[in-house]
Protein backbone atom coordinates (compact mmCIF):
# COMPACT_ATOMS: atom_id res chain seq x y z
CA UNK A 1 0.00 0.00 0.00
CA UNK A 2 1.35 3.07 -0.80
CA UNK A 3 2.11 6.00 1.62
CA UNK A 4 0.05 9.38 1.32
CA UNK A 5 1.96 12.32 0.87
CA UNK A 6 0.64 15.77 1.39
CA UNK A 7 0.37 18.16 0.25
CA UNK A 8 0.03 17.34 -3.72
CA UNK A 9 1.51 20.50 -4.73
CA UNK A 10 3.00 23.49 -3.20
CA UNK A 11 4.31 26.93 -4.78
CA UNK A 12 6.80 29.48 -2.82
CA UNK A 13 8.71 32.23 -3.22
CA UNK A 14 12.21 31.77 -3.20
CA UNK A 15 13.57 31.87 0.73
CA UNK A 16 10.29 30.39 1.86
CA UNK A 17 10.10 27.25 3.96
CA UNK A 18 8.07 24.00 2.62
CA UNK A 19 7.12 21.22 4.54
CA UNK A 20 5.98 17.41 2.93
CA UNK A 21 4.54 15.17 5.05
CA UNK A 22 4.29 11.30 4.02
CA UNK A 23 2.48 8.89 6.23
CA UNK A 24 2.19 4.93 6.23
CA UNK A 25 -1.06 2.26 7.68
CA UNK A 26 2.40 0.02 7.68
CA UNK A 27 5.39 -0.35 10.39
CA UNK A 28 8.02 1.15 8.46
CA UNK A 29 11.88 0.31 9.16
CA UNK A 30 12.99 3.22 6.62
CA UNK A 31 11.78 6.10 5.53
CA UNK A 32 13.26 7.68 2.18
CA UNK A 33 12.86 10.78 0.17
CA UNK A 34 14.15 11.54 -2.95
CA UNK A 35 13.66 14.70 -5.32
CA UNK A 36 12.79 14.30 -9.40
CA UNK A 37 13.37 16.83 -12.19
CA UNK A 38 11.05 16.81 -14.72
CA UNK A 39 12.54 14.50 -17.47
CA UNK A 40 15.67 12.81 -15.26
CA UNK A 41 15.80 10.10 -12.34
CA UNK A 42 15.04 10.34 -9.09
CA UNK A 43 17.85 11.11 -6.13
CA UNK A 44 18.44 10.31 -3.13
CA UNK A 45 18.38 13.21 -0.78
CA UNK A 46 17.69 11.22 3.19
CA UNK A 47 16.80 8.19 4.38
CA UNK A 48 15.79 7.88 7.79
CA UNK A 49 16.02 4.84 9.63
CA UNK A 50 13.60 3.19 12.65
CA UNK A 51 15.33 3.88 15.85
CA UNK A 52 16.54 7.57 14.98
CA UNK A 53 19.46 7.16 12.25
CA UNK A 54 19.71 9.74 10.01
CA UNK A 55 21.76 9.98 6.58
CA UNK A 56 21.16 12.53 3.61
CA UNK A 57 21.73 16.00 2.34
CA UNK A 58 22.87 18.77 4.42
CA UNK A 59 20.79 21.58 3.26
CA UNK A 60 17.51 19.63 3.92
CA UNK A 61 16.34 17.99 7.29
CA UNK A 62 13.71 15.61 7.95
CA UNK A 63 11.72 13.64 10.69
CA UNK A 64 10.03 10.18 11.62
CA UNK A 65 7.78 9.98 14.08
CA UNK A 66 7.78 6.13 14.52
CA UNK A 67 4.45 5.67 16.42
CA UNK A 68 3.07 7.69 14.08
CA UNK A 69 4.35 6.20 11.16
CA UNK A 70 4.54 9.61 9.48
CA UNK A 71 8.00 11.21 8.33
CA UNK A 72 8.11 15.29 7.21
CA UNK A 73 10.67 16.29 4.80
CA UNK A 74 11.83 19.99 5.47
CA UNK A 75 13.27 22.70 3.41
CA UNK A 76 14.49 25.45 4.70
CA UNK A 77 15.05 29.05 2.81
CA UNK A 78 13.78 27.47 -0.31
CA UNK A 79 16.01 27.89 -3.50
CA UNK A 80 15.18 27.90 -7.39
CA UNK A 81 17.12 24.59 -7.35
CA UNK A 82 14.93 23.28 -4.96
CA UNK A 83 11.81 22.67 -7.36
CA UNK A 84 10.85 19.26 -8.48
CA UNK A 85 8.72 16.45 -7.48
CA UNK A 86 9.74 14.99 -4.12
CA UNK A 87 8.93 11.06 -3.28
CA UNK A 88 8.69 9.48 -0.41
CA UNK A 89 9.59 6.04 0.02
CA UNK A 90 8.70 3.45 2.99
CA UNK A 91 10.28 -0.16 3.81
CA UNK A 92 8.13 -2.01 6.38
CA UNK A 93 10.22 -4.67 6.54
CA UNK A 94 13.37 -5.40 8.94
CA UNK A 95 15.82 -4.66 6.20
CA UNK A 96 14.26 -7.35 3.69
CA UNK A 97 15.31 -6.28 -0.38
CA UNK A 98 11.80 -6.32 -0.72
CA UNK A 99 12.68 -2.76 -2.80
CA UNK A 100 10.74 0.97 -1.45
CA UNK A 101 6.91 1.52 -1.89
CA UNK A 102 7.05 5.18 -3.49
CA UNK A 103 4.41 7.62 -2.71
CA UNK A 104 2.67 9.89 -5.88
CA UNK A 105 4.71 12.75 -5.01
CA UNK A 106 4.59 15.94 -4.39
CA UNK A 107 5.19 18.96 -6.75
CA UNK A 108 7.21 21.91 -5.93
CA UNK A 109 7.65 25.19 -7.39
CA UNK A 110 9.70 27.94 -6.49
CA UNK A 111 9.39 31.45 -8.01
CA UNK A 112 11.96 34.22 -8.27
CA UNK B 1 27.63 9.29 -10.34
CA UNK B 2 26.66 5.03 -9.51
CA UNK B 3 27.43 3.38 -13.21
CA UNK B 4 24.27 2.57 -13.92
CA UNK B 5 22.74 2.82 -17.65
CA UNK B 6 19.44 1.68 -19.23
CA UNK B 7 19.28 0.54 -22.71
CA UNK B 8 17.00 1.38 -24.61
CA UNK B 9 16.32 4.58 -23.69
CA UNK B 10 13.99 4.68 -25.89
CA UNK B 11 11.30 2.40 -27.65
CA UNK B 12 8.49 2.39 -29.86
CA UNK B 13 6.50 -0.79 -30.39
CA UNK B 14 3.18 -2.83 -31.04
CA UNK B 15 1.17 -4.26 -28.83
CA UNK B 16 2.05 -8.21 -28.98
CA UNK B 17 5.53 -7.42 -30.03
CA UNK B 18 8.02 -8.85 -27.16
CA UNK B 19 10.66 -5.93 -25.65
CA UNK B 20 13.56 -6.36 -23.20
CA UNK B 21 14.98 -3.71 -21.35
CA UNK B 22 18.58 -3.98 -19.76
CA UNK B 23 20.03 -2.29 -16.67
CA UNK B 24 23.63 -2.71 -16.73
CA UNK B 25 25.79 -1.27 -13.12
CA UNK B 26 29.33 -1.10 -13.00
CA UNK B 27 29.34 -0.98 -9.10
CA UNK B 28 29.32 -4.70 -8.19
CA UNK B 29 25.87 -3.74 -6.06
CA UNK B 30 23.58 -6.52 -4.44
CA UNK B 31 20.80 -5.07 -4.75
CA UNK B 32 18.28 -4.45 -8.43
CA UNK B 33 15.31 -3.01 -9.05
CA UNK B 34 12.94 -2.69 -12.03
CA UNK B 35 10.33 0.39 -11.11
CA UNK B 36 7.42 1.85 -13.48
CA UNK B 37 6.64 5.68 -13.44
CA UNK B 38 2.86 6.86 -14.59
CA UNK B 39 1.59 9.70 -14.21
CA UNK B 40 -0.93 9.63 -10.77
CA UNK B 41 0.98 6.73 -9.48
CA UNK B 42 4.53 7.62 -8.75
CA UNK B 43 6.90 4.87 -9.19
CA UNK B 44 5.30 1.38 -8.89
CA UNK B 45 7.55 -1.67 -8.29
CA UNK B 46 8.07 -4.71 -10.98
CA UNK B 47 10.31 -6.85 -9.69
CA UNK B 48 13.41 -6.88 -7.86
CA UNK B 49 16.50 -9.39 -7.20
CA UNK B 50 18.75 -9.83 -4.61
CA UNK B 51 21.58 -11.68 -5.93
CA UNK B 52 22.60 -13.33 -9.10
CA UNK B 53 19.57 -15.64 -9.92
CA UNK B 54 17.20 -14.60 -7.10
CA UNK B 55 14.41 -12.53 -8.26
CA UNK B 56 10.88 -11.65 -6.63
CA UNK B 57 7.80 -9.80 -8.21
CA UNK B 58 6.96 -6.65 -7.14
CA UNK B 59 3.38 -4.95 -6.62
CA UNK B 60 2.73 -4.48 -10.68
CA UNK B 61 4.07 -7.32 -11.63
CA UNK B 62 2.05 -9.26 -14.31
CA UNK B 63 2.74 -9.11 -17.59
CA UNK B 64 6.68 -8.51 -16.67
CA UNK B 65 9.32 -11.00 -16.31
CA UNK B 66 13.26 -10.65 -14.81
CA UNK B 67 16.54 -12.52 -15.20
CA UNK B 68 19.77 -11.58 -13.69
CA UNK B 69 22.66 -14.15 -15.15
CA UNK B 70 24.84 -11.87 -13.92
CA UNK B 71 25.73 -9.37 -11.03
CA UNK B 72 25.84 -6.38 -13.27
CA UNK B 73 22.74 -6.82 -15.76
CA UNK B 74 19.09 -7.11 -14.95
CA UNK B 75 16.50 -7.58 -17.32
CA UNK B 76 13.24 -6.51 -17.89
CA UNK B 77 11.00 -8.65 -20.28
CA UNK B 78 7.49 -8.05 -21.58
CA UNK B 79 6.23 -11.11 -23.43
CA UNK B 80 3.71 -9.50 -25.34
CA UNK B 81 3.23 -5.98 -24.88
CA UNK B 82 0.25 -4.02 -24.42
CA UNK B 83 -0.83 -0.70 -24.52
CA UNK B 84 -1.25 -0.45 -20.52
CA UNK B 85 2.35 -0.82 -20.31
CA UNK B 86 3.26 1.98 -21.80
CA UNK B 87 5.16 4.07 -19.48
CA UNK B 88 8.74 5.07 -18.42
CA UNK B 89 11.11 2.54 -16.59
CA UNK B 90 13.24 3.30 -14.11
CA UNK B 91 16.38 0.50 -12.94
CA UNK B 92 17.91 1.05 -9.66
CA UNK B 93 20.59 -0.47 -7.74
CA UNK B 94 21.51 -0.31 -3.73
CA UNK B 95 24.45 -1.35 -2.24
CA UNK B 96 23.26 -2.72 1.06
CA UNK B 97 19.32 -3.88 2.37
CA UNK B 98 17.09 -0.42 2.50
CA UNK B 99 20.05 1.37 1.39
CA UNK B 100 20.02 4.52 -1.00
CA UNK B 101 18.78 3.67 -4.62
CA UNK B 102 20.27 5.31 -7.62
CA UNK B 103 18.19 5.50 -10.63
CA UNK B 104 19.30 4.94 -14.11
CA UNK B 105 18.27 7.45 -16.30
CA UNK B 106 15.19 5.73 -17.60
CA UNK B 107 13.48 4.17 -20.66
CA UNK B 108 10.23 5.34 -22.26
CA UNK B 109 8.35 2.61 -23.80
CA UNK B 110 5.12 3.61 -25.96
CA UNK B 111 3.48 0.69 -27.26
CA UNK B 112 1.11 1.32 -29.95
Known amino acids: QQPVQSPQAVILREGEDAVINCSSS?????VHWYRQKHGEAPVFLMI?????EQKGHEKISASFNEKKQQSSLYLTASQLSYSGTYFC?????????????FGKGTHLIIQP | DAGITQSPRHKVTETGTPVTLRCHQT?????MYWYRQDPGHGLRLIHY???????DKGEVSDGYSVSRSKTEDFLLTLESATSSQTSVYFC???????????FGEGSRLTVL
Open chain 2, 92 to 102: AISKDRAGELF
Open chain 1, 26 to 30: KALYS
Open chain 1, 48 to 52: LLKGG
Open chain 1, 89 to 101: GTSDSGGGADGLT
Open chain 2, 27 to 31: ENHRY
Open chain 2, 49 to 55: SYGVKDT
